[in-house]
């Protein structure tokens, strides 16, 4: 016999012979001893299961069927043998589990050796290293850790099905916050994936839509050609040279100037087709993505990576109220930078402006040096102003209240192109802000180097 318990075994056969003799068992069991002790483990095993079916009650011949189907690797017989055991008495239940322990870690411990070795060039190491995981949940079913582990070795050879069902497993079995967590991310994976293959389904049409979108804000010609390309027709107004129409007869729509000017523009409410399968797939697993990172996050309140992987499953599955209540909670037990410009940008997303700008400012306190927070600010502003034009628009009541905002937003938008100075969409967003304020001569050299950096000019 190979193992430290069955050595533990066959000294407490001996000491059984020394006490009782050999009368005290049935030949099945006495002559099982006695090929323990000789080491003939076979004809033991076949003697001690003819014992048991004999006297099933016989608590000693159990105990040893056990711990010789442990060594010999049959785990499953092992557990069906300990566990008559246990039925009859726990006199034998510290060495029990004892045994199944060590072959639990045995087992365990190959797994991980193995699951370190495997790659994309090397996948055989991923079934190897599943057989061991799997003969460690034979060798101990309810541990929780086995299942994360055997998840693990699914997840990394890309086997989503079999990972979620194992991390599933571990939380049922032990509450494992880590792999809820890890449910939760692969189902954010496979959103994904469905979001890419929506958007590349329809990459052409989003993009159109997107544009068409963009034209109800555009207020140049060079705007103009960029999102839809030249017009169809070119209608000159007769004795004035400054004066055209651009026509798209596929939009229906048209733009009239005087000179650069934005002077009138007529949009039809042409449809772009789009293909919406995959964005309703790439939903539901988002959907479930939320439900997991929130078991995850309530479990571990300050785990901040499940914190931020369920910002991102809120966002893509467009419930920012609940993210909202999350990221207050945050900022509330954590008022970092970080945690500040993450709520900043979702009161932004909801239309709390006076909120938004609170939480930047509070963020670019921390870091007054931070491009991004700046622009951030300015942005809110600069959304803030853009929505009650809006509102006053709906309503046909012109009012100037927004040059407010945009006069607000304007010294963090010149900040930050300075530390932006080849990005086109600031120094565009900073001759809109320009030329609604009045400053036409700004305007005008904030668009110009817009189109020198989309031109590639210096």
């Not at 932006?420 to 809109?432: F, I, L, R, S, Y």
């Amino acid at each position: 016999m190979k193992s430290h318990v069955l050595r533990l075994f066959i000294l407490l056969s001996v000491a059984s012979f020394m006490f009782f003799g050999y009368q005290c068992g049935s030949p099945e069991f006495t002559g099982a001893k006695v090929h323990m002790q000789q080491k003939n483990w076979k004809e033991a095993i076949r003697l001690l299961e003819v014992e048991v079916k004999k006297n099933p009650t016989n608590e000693e011949a159990w105990f040893f069927l056990g711990g010789l189907k442990a060594d010999q690797g049959d785990l499953a017989g092992m557990n069906a043998a300990f566990n008559e055991c246990l039925k009859i008495s726990p006199k034998h239940a510290p060495d029990i589990k004892a045994t199944r322990y060590n072959k639990w870690g045995q087992s365990l411990n190959t797994g991980v050796n193995l699951l370190e070795k495997a790659t994309a060039d090397s996948s055989q190491y991923y079934e190897l290293s599943i057989a061991a995981f799997k003969k460690a949940i034979e060798a101990w079913p309810d541990t929780a850790l086995t299942y994360r582990y055997l998840a693990y070795v699914y997840n990394n050879k890309g086997d989503f099905d079999n990972a979620l069902i194992n991390f599933k497993k571990a939380w049922d079995l032990g509450k494992d916050v880590e792999s809820i967590k890890r449910a939760g991310k692969i189902y954010l994976i496979r959103g994904d994936d469905h979001k890419s293959k929506y958007e590349t389904t329809n990459a052409v049409n989003l993009k159109l839509a997107k544009s068409l979108a963009e034209l109800k804000n555009a207020s140049t010609k060079d705007k103009i050609k960029d999102l839809i390309g030249l017009p169809d027709t070119m209608i000159k107004v007769p004795k004035n040279l400054t004066k055209v129409t651009w026509q798209y007869k596929k939009y229906d729509a048209s733009f009239s100037f005087d000179g650069e000017k934005l002077v009138d523009k007529k949009l039809s409410s042409y449809k772009v087709s789009i293909d919406s399968t995959e964005a309703r797939l790439a939903s539901t697993e988002y959907l479930k993505a939320v439900e997991y990172l929130e078991i995850a996050r309530n479990a571990d309140p300050k785990d901040n990576e499940a914190l931020n992987a369920l910002l991102k499953a809120y966002i893509e599955a467009n419930r920012i109220e609940p993210a909202v209540r999350e990221f207050e909670k945050a900022v509330a037990s954590d008022p970092s930078k970080t945690n500040r410009y993450i709520l900043g940008v979702l009161y932004r997303t909801i239309g709390k402006f006076d909120e938004s700008i609170r939480e930047f400012k509070e963020s670019n306190k921390l870091d007054p040096n931070d491009c991004e927070v700046m622009f951030d600010i300015a942005a809110t502003y600069y959304n803030w102003g853009v929505d009650m034009i809006k509102v006053a628009e709906d309503k046909n009541e012109p009012s100037e209240a927004y040059k407010e905002k945009f006069q607000a937003a304007l010294p963090f938008m010149e900040k930050v192109s300075e530390c932006k100075k080849d990005d086109a969409n600031v120094w565009e967003t900073m001759g809109t802000i320009y030329a609604r304020l009045g400053q036409q001569d700004k305007a005008m050299k904030a668009f110009d180097q817009a189109d020198k950096i989309r031109k590639g000019v210096k």
